[in-house]
């Protein structure tokens, strides 16, 4: 069970450059241990469930929306709005500028999905203001984990969605590679052709952040402006190959040897399977590997909230 609804002290708009301006939150015990939250998506924005993953009584709880999602601006559910700056690299230097701005020495990450995968690239880069981290649903940014989900590498498993996905591009193209397809049409002139492909691509990504998979839109995605969102970042980041050398994270996880982390995961994650979070595993030996059993993607699932809870629970007197 979460911890009861906690709302925000602070609030801020932070400049980080290229025209970005980064809205951030802090709430829970002001000389708490600080947490920072780096959500999914990319372009999901942070949520009040997020702040109930931690005890306020124990924890300052920080989180961020990430260029161009949430209350941050510009907005890329604006056709116009220049994605070219927004990049994991420049990420990262947000969370930095967002660390010093609050004069926060060390900070927990928690994340899941693609905030498994930036608080890992982060960490890697920052490794000393880093205290501990937890991730679920775990993600490395490498070009097999993007071809399993968005490329058809799971289509076997969900014949029926990848259809509908693969019905939604022109017939010419349904051969290619459909990210950038997509990645094309989310960013086309006509609002219409922005809106179909933002409904398509998102109902292919509510297929299974739950077990058992489902063809239904999941809720958060009937706001037309946060679909739009959602699929043009995800589409931005997945045709660049999450601005990453193929498999650096995992190359690079002797750089969080001396990081205690917690890394949950489902065994009936589809869109992200468990061997990712096998492989950071053994890459980081520091790190526990909990595994749920029946449960998938979504970290919101009972199983898996719990195991989230549990170690921000444990980590709450740590430095």
């Given at each position: ?6 709302e925000p002290?602070?609030?801020g708009?932070?400049?980080v450059?290229d ?9 829970g ?5 600080p947490?920072?939250v780096v959500?999914?998506?990319p372009?999901s924005?942070?949520?009040?469930w997020?702040?109930?993953?931690f005890?306020?009584a124990?924890y ?6 990430q260029?161009?999602c949430?209350?941050?601006t510009?907005?890329a559910?604006?056709?116009?709005t ?10 990262i230097a947000d969370?930095?500028?967002l ?6 020495e060390?900070w927990l ?9 930036l608080a890992?690239?982060y ?5 000393d203001?880093v205290?501990?981290i937890?991730?679920w649903?775990?993600?490395t ?7 399993w989900?968005?490329?058809g590498g ?5 014949p029926a969605?990848w ?7 022109p017939?010419d ?5 459909i990210?950038e397809a997509?990645?094309?049409?989310l960013?086309?002139?006509d ?6 492909a933002a ?5 292919w990504?509510s297929?299974?952040?739950e077990?058992p998979p ?8 009937a706001?037309?402006d ?6 043009g ?5 997945v045709a660049?190959?999450f601005?990453l050398?193929?498999?650096i994270?995992?190359?690079n996880a002797h750089?969080?040897e001396?990081i205690?982390?917690v890394?949950?995961h489902?065994?009936r994650?589809?869109?992200a399977?468990?061997a ?17 059993d029946?449960e998938g993607?979504a970290g919101?699932q ?11 629970d444990r980590?709450a007197s740590?430095?």
């Amino acid at each position: 069970m979460t911890y009861p609804k906690v709302e925000p002290d602070r609030h801020g708009m932070l400049e980080v450059g290229d025209g970005n301006i980064i809205s951030w939150e802090a709430c829970g015990k002001p000389d708490g241990k600080p947490a920072l939250v780096v959500h999914g998506g990319p372009g999901s924005g942070c949520t009040p469930w997020h702040r109930r993953l931690f005890d306020p009584a124990a924890y300052r709880i920080v989180l961020f929306d990430q260029r161009g999602c949430g209350r941050s601006t510009p907005h890329a559910s604006e056709s116009r709005t220049d994605l070219s700056s927004n990049t994991t690299q420049r990420l990262i230097a947000d969370m930095e500028l967002l660390r010093r701005e609050l004069d926060i020495e060390r900070w927990l990450l928690l994340g899941g999905s693609w905030g498994s995968t930036l608080a890992l690239a982060y960490a890697e880069a920052h490794p000393d203001r880093v205290s501990q981290i937890v991730l679920w649903g775990i993600t490395t940014g490498r070009r097999a984990e993007a071809d399993w989900w968005f490329r058809g590498g799971v289509a076997p498993l969900l014949p029926a969605q990848w259809a509908a996905l693969r019905a939604g591009v022109p017939e010419d193209e349904r051969d290619g590679d459909i990210v950038e397809a997509y990645s094309r049409m989310l960013h086309d002139a006509d609002p219409e052709v922005r809106g179909r492909a933002a409904l398509a691509w998102c109902t292919w990504e509510s297929a299974t952040p739950e077990w058992p998979p489902t063809r239904a839109l999941d809720e958060r995605y009937a706001d037309p402006d946060f679909a739009l969102v959602f699929a043009g970042l995800v589409t931005h980041y997945v045709a660049h190959d999450f601005f990453l050398e193929d498999g650096i994270l995992l190359r690079n996880a002797h750089l969080l040897e001396d990081i205690p982390g917690v890394l949950v995961h489902g065994s009936r994650d589809l869109m992200a399977p468990i061997a990712n979070a096998w492989e950071l595993q053994q890459a980081w030996p520091s790190a526990e590997l909990v595994v749920v059993d029946d449960e998938g993607h979504a970290g919101n699932q009972p199983g898996i909230e719990g195991e989230l809870i549990r170690a921000t629970d444990r980590f709450a007197s740590g430095g």
